[in-house]
């Protein structure tokens, strides 16, 4: 496995890895209704066929339902 820099504040990187491109497009797709997100970048994922699919999302910049969910998520953890 890859090391990977870790991203900037606000910010995560994600990695769908999927049996087929059109699958990872779809959850890539999913994610960018929520955050805003960079251009996807895609890979085979491995021998046996596949694709994965990177992209940055910027947590500061969410859409419903990805806001409510992060400001439940937030008060959640100030408690602990």
Do not use: K, N
């Not at 999927?18 to 491995?46: I, K, T, W």
């Not at 990177?54 to 409510?68: I, K, N, Y």
Request: proline share 5%; hydrophobic share 35%; aromatic share 4%.
């Amino acid at each position: 496995m890859q090391s990977m820099e870790t991203p900037w504040d606000g910010h995560a990187e994600v990695r769908i890895v999927a049996a087929s491109p059109d699958a990872a497009r779809q959850v890539a797709e999913v994610l960018r209704h929520c955050f805003a997100a960079s251009e996807q970048r895609s890979y085979p994922a491995g021998a046996d066929g596949g694709t994965r699919l990177d992209l940055t999302v910027d947590t500061s910049r969410t859409a419903e339902p990805a806001r409510s969910w992060l400001e439940t998520s937030r008060s959640t953890q100030d408690a602990r």
